[in-house]
């Protein structure tokens, strides 16, 4: 499933993937379960095409980190977000990144 993941760039690829991780949070289940990373991989693909709408991409965050807190999940919450192709988020995220006094890594 990695090796797949690393050729996930045709907009109907992410659609597929992307459908894998809406269903199986509907209850579908697959022959196979997906691990975090790819689910991330995923997330990341598809924040970064333009084919899909704001709403779209909070949806299948919101299914992607439901249950996920740990350190990884909140570095892939912000590369989403800098992916966002809005001047105000390049700004905040740019003020966070140069901000001696911010508590992350």
């Given amino acids: 499933m990695d090796k797949a993941l690393n050729f996930l760039h045709a907009t109907k690829h992410i659609r597929l993937f992307s ?15 997906l691990k975090n990373t790819q689910k991330y991989t995923i997330l ?8 899909f709408t704001s709403e779209e991409k909070a949806s299948l965050r919101d299914a992607v980190m439901k249950d996920d807190n740990n350190d990884e999940a909140k570095v ?15 700004e905040a995220l740019w003020a966070e990144i140069t901000d001696a006094e911010t508590k992350e890594a």
Avoid: H, M, R
């Fill in 76 to 90: 892939v919450a912000v590369q989403c977000d800098s992916l966002v192709p809005y001047d105000t988020v390049k």
């Fill in 19 to 33: 459908d894998i991780i809406l269903q199986n949070d509907s209850g579908k289940q697959w022959p196979f379960e």
């Fill in 44 to 51: 990341k693909a598809y924040y970064s095409s333009a084919e």
